[in-house]
């Protein structure tokens, strides 16, 4: 036994180094933990009763003055758009209808139409240069749009801005000079109220600036100008060219149009005057609702969005986690007619859903790819200048929250996204891409200059989550019932879960963070858990050493060795280590527990001995396995005797050759054991019969079974892997120590299984030869009148019935053997001779002999016919 040392003094240098950098490790991660590995409080996505019911009455003012043809795939009934808000808000159906009365006599917005003159292609030109300066007038005609009429069917007319709409509410355009197609790009705001009364009117014309003739001709290119500096010279100075114009009733438009629209003319000279590309938006100002009145827009847009598609996952048939972030008609209606009248930009509207996406996702876990969206769009439209600084800390902040929430979900990634789940694997990979693409935008970077690289925030949570879960299953394992023996069996089913998981993190989990963030989890989670298991098996291990070891304590010992090895060889190879790992060497720690393994096995081993002799009846398995069933069990046992010694596999090669002589010994020693063993229980089951053939036929059986035993034992070598253990063993033992060791064990017990089986083939071989002499001391008395053929018969049927059993009951060296020790001038088994009469009597030959070599030959009862005459 070892001598008892203190657990610093066991320790081999090594784990003191790693042990000494470990407690650094702990002591730094027992300061606070910063924000992104801490417990993430979720935001609430409920709203207080009075912030629901302002909300639920500007979503109502949306509907009731809602502007414009619906969109092809939008709501058009406002009595379905508002049972829809009923169920989304969970309203009763007494508060929806104070509600709706509430709204109903708030005082109308004003009703705008937002016209952007981008840009034409393909007008006139009207100058001398073959150019035009074209400039725009618009404004809205109202009282006019009758049901079923169109503005464009009126007589067509010159200057019907100019004529029929006030000056204060005419708007024009910049001029862009010597162009065919200009670019404009100006919005207006064309207030109006009555959609279905009124008519958006836009006309074109050219600039005309008085220049001398001198200037004219120095511009003039051809005939056609020619023609047109004749007819400038006929019209007043100063009077400007119509190009085209543009009419169009409100009533038909939806509530954002964006199209290339005709240029009217006014007369059939020239039909085709080229394009205008206008921009319309129908929108409300001085909305009368509370919200409105007293929150910015997007604000509002914000606390709508989160409202409805809360509602929506919520009511998802599948559940939540399969929502792919589509919304029903309903709620896309709403939502379109709110952002339109509130004339929310773009970028607002995709900020509003970044916000209310990332909060939502934080409590109600739908699928995270549904976030990639509002990033993209955010990233292609950011410019900072354009929040103000509350909208740019709550951006910020959205982008902390929901990085470390997105943490907390990695840190705990194996409770999160089990593998028992399908689809988990893809949803922590669509997390892993949403934080990276947020972590890339220039909104992220400029709001949160002070993040860590994420490719560190993620090892730091996963580095943090492995330590926590391996704690967890501590506890799991924790044993009810304080003692070795259940502490033992609570470390190791410890190890073995940190062997499956470690298998998952190799097989599955490590390549989805090396293709997402170039972070290799499968290292760190080896380092750490390898770690803190050394720490608490080197404990266990010191425990037990200090009182002695029983056979149950003993096995739980070796299944913890057993596991540790499988352990270990999930691990980098030494070439690639960075550094000392805390299991090197850790074999040393079950170094005391090692002669207790041996006698284990052994005593199991035999055990195993003599319960499968002591159950043979001695009979063969099969007319082709000669052998009984006790031979069978006794390969079955030195196989898991090998089995053993492999496991065990010692890494010293000293003490591994040690440990290799043992086995050997104690594999040679069993074989001799079962030998006795098999010839007592022969003897045993033998002592009652009367037949003394029967008898026979057991010993047959037992021979049978030491052949087969030799051969087991024969197989030694490459079971126990002799020829790699001398490689290892080369450079401690002298040369040829191992030859003359195990070598010298293994021949000493072939050889005294030799010995057996040759004692039970002479035995058997006695009995045939006291019979065979039996018979012929008859023959020698037989009368002269009885015949040859009837005197050898008896002899004959002994012979065929000893052989023919001895030949079928025994192997093929067992029955040479056994011929061989019946007579030595016997020959081993031979092929049938031809039945055809010898051409010559005995030479010399005693009857025995000739009759045993007839019968091994196949002669039978043909041999009669070579008996002399005189016999």
Aim: some cysteine; glycine content about 4%; charged content about 20%.
């Amino acid at each position: 036994m070892a001598t008892h040392l203190s657990q610093s003094q066991r320790r081999p240098p090594l784990l003191r180094q790693a042990i000494k950098i470990r407690r650094r490790r702990v002591r730094d991660l027992q300061d606070p933990l910063p924000r992104t590995a801490q417990e993430i409080e979720p935001p609430s996505h409920h709203f207080s009763p009075e912030e629901r019911a302002l909300l639920y009455e500007e979503a109502l003012y949306t509907i009731l003055h809602r502007l414009g043809q619906p969109e092809p795939n939008h709501v058009k009934e406002a009595s379905e758009l508002l049972r829809y808000l009923q169920e989304a808000f969970h309203m009763g159906p007494e508060e929806h209808q104070q509600l709706l009365q509430k709204v109903q006599k708030l005082e109308k917005p004003i009703f705008c139409l937002k016209a952007t003159v981008k840009q034409a292609k393909g007008i006139l030109g009207k100058d001398v240069s073959g150019f035009s300066d074209p400039y725009c007038l618009l404004g809205i005609e109202q009282g006019v749009g009758a049901p079923g009429g169109s503005p464009g069917s009126r007589h067509r007319q010159k200057a019907v801005v100019r004529h029929t709409i006030p000056e204060e509410q005419t708007h024009r355009t910049q001029v862009i000079t010597q162009t065919l197609n200009p670019v404009w790009e100006e919005t207006f705001i064309l207030e109006f109220e009555d959609i279905s009364n009124s008519s958006f009117h836009l006309d074109m014309w050219d600039l005309d600036t008085v220049e001398s003739v001198r200037q004219k001709l120095g511009e003039l290119t051809d005939l056609h100008g020619l023609r047109r500096i004749f007819k400038e010279a006929r019209k007043d100075k100063g009077q400007d060219d119509f190009l085209g114009n543009v009419v169009l009733r409100l009533q038909d438009l939806r509530c954002q149009e964006d199209q290339w629209y005709p240029l009217e003319p006014c007369t059939e000279t020239y039909p085709d005057r080229g394009q205008c590309h206008l921009q319309f938006q129908l929108i409300h100002k001085r909305r009368a609702t509370a919200a409105s009145r007293s929150q910015p827009s997007y604000t509002v847009h914000l606390h709508l969005l989160q409202q409805l598609v809360s509602h929506e996952v919520t009511q998802h048939q599948a559940g939540s986690t399969s929502w792919d972030g589509s919304l029903s008609p309903q709620a896309a209606t709403i939502l379109f007619l709110h952002a339109t009248q509130k004339d929310l930009s773009d970028f607002h509207q995709s900020m509003a859903q970044w916000l209310a996406y990332s909060r939502l996702y934080q409590s109600l876990e739908f699928p995270s790819s549904c976030l990639l969206h509002p990033i993209t769009s955010i990233e292609y439209q950011w410019i900072q200048g354009r929040l103000k600084a509350e909208q740019q800390e709550e951006l910020a902040a959205s982008f902390r929250n929901l990085l470390a929430y997105g943490l907390s979900l990695i840190r705990r990634f194996r409770s999160v996204f089990p593998l028992s789940v399908p689809d988990s694997p893809a949803r922590l990979q669509s997390l892993l891409r949403v934080l990276v693409q947020m972590c890339k935008m220039k909104a992220f970077r400029e709001l949160c200059p002070d993040s860590a690289p994420l490719p560190r925030l993620v090892t730091e949570a996963l580095r943090t989550g492995t330590v926590e879960w391996f704690h967890l299953k501590q506890q799991h394992h924790q044993p009810m019932v304080q003692g070795m023996l259940q502490a033992g069996k609570a470390l190791l089913s410890l190890v073995q879960d940190i062997i499956g998981d470690l298998h998952q993190c190799q097989r599955t989990w490590n390549k989805i963070f090396q293709n997402a963030l170039k972070v290799n989890l499968f290292s760190m989670a080896f380092l750490e858990l390898q770690w803190l298991v050394a720490k608490r098996v080197q404990d266990h291990t010191a425990a037990v050493a200090g009182s002695p070891v029983s056979p149950e304590v003993g096995e739980s010992l070796f299944q913890l060795y057993v596991s540790l090895k499988e352990l270990c060889q999930l691990g980098p190879v030494p070439a690639e280590r960075d550094g000392v790992l805390a299991l090197d060497g850790f074999h040393r720690w079950f170094q005391p527990a090692v002669p207790s393994w041996l006698q284990k096995t052994y005593s199991v081993a035999l055990a195993r001995v003599q319960r499968a002799v002591q159950m043979d009846e001695l009979v063969p398995l099969g007319e082709l396995t000669k052998h009984s069933t006790s031979a069978v069990d006794l390969s079955t046992c030195f196989a898991q005797i090998s089995h053993t010694a492999r496991q065990l596999d010692w890494p010293d090669p000293e003490e591994a050759f040690m440990i290799t002589v043992k086995f050997v010994e104690d594999t040679c020693r069993l074989a001799l054991v079962y030998c006795s063993l098999i010839k007592a229980r022969a003897r045993e089951l033998s002592a009652g019969q009367k037949d003394q053939g029967q008898a026979a036929n057991m010993l047959c059986v037992v021979v049978n079974d030491m052949e087969q035993l030799r051969l087991v034992i024969g197989k030694l070598p490459t079971q126990l892997a002799w020829e790699a253990l001398e490689q290892r063993v080369g450079a401690v033992l002298e040369q040829g120590q191992l030859q003359n060791t195990l070598y010298a064990q293994l021949q000493g017990a072939l050889a005294g299984l030799g010995h057996e089986i040759r004692t039970g083939v002479r035995t058997l071989a006695e009995q045939l030869e006291v019979g065979i002499a039996k018979h012929i001391q008859k023959l020698v008395s037989v009368k002269e009148s009885v015949l040859p053929e009837d005197a050898i018969l008896p002899l004959m049927k002994f012979l065929e019935v000893k052989l023919c059993y001895m030949n079928t009951n025994l192997v093929q060296e067992n029955f040479n053997r056994s011929a061989a020790a019946s007579h030595p001038a016997a020959p081993r088994r031979l092929p049938p001779a031809p039945l055809s009469r010898p051409q010559h009597p005995f030479s010399g030959e005693d009857a025995t002999s000739l009759c045993f070599k007839a019968h091994l030959q196949g002669q039978g009862a043909h041999f009669l016919t070579h008996l002399p005459i005189s016999l």
